[in-house]
């Protein structure tokens, strides 16, 4: 199969809501939480979370930008594996409303309860440095 392109990881990463966000601690062991895509579904290379400033992922992220994604997908047919996703990148810490209003979906209000108005929201940019990816027997590298 020919190599995936940007556009066919955009594909693959619509169907999946929850992937796990790792950053390095100050103890310089590694932490990983599960992050919901939040219907980010024109995948660019960049990838958007919100969350609250005093969380330790936001003072990790700030100790330490560079962070990790991963994504499975679902089980494939005829017991196909699912896709999974691996990305490396550097991540950006966004406080401007303006900024949180562009990837807001109304399904966060279960989270922030004010919307982009939640005194202390955060939203983590993470710019995709490399994405590698294993789709059955299939297996790449891309650099977007």
Known sequence: MADMTLQDISEKIK???FGML???TTGDAV??????????????GDSYFFCHESTRMVSDI???PHVGLTFTGKKG????PP???AIVGMAEL?????RFAEHWVKDLERWFEQGIDTPG??????RAERIHYWDGEDEGELIP
């Open 15 to 17: 169907d999946i809501d």
């Open 22 to 24: 790792s950053t390095r």
């Open 31 to 44: 932490a990983s939480r599960p992050m919901s895509n939040n219907g980010e579904v024109d995948y660019d």
């Open 62 to 64: 700030q100790g330490d």
């Open 77 to 80: 047919l005829l017991g196909k």
């Open 83 to 85: 896709v999974f996703i």
């Open 94 to 98: 966004i406080q401007d409303k303006a």
């Open 121 to 126: 929201l955060v939203l983590i940019k993470v």
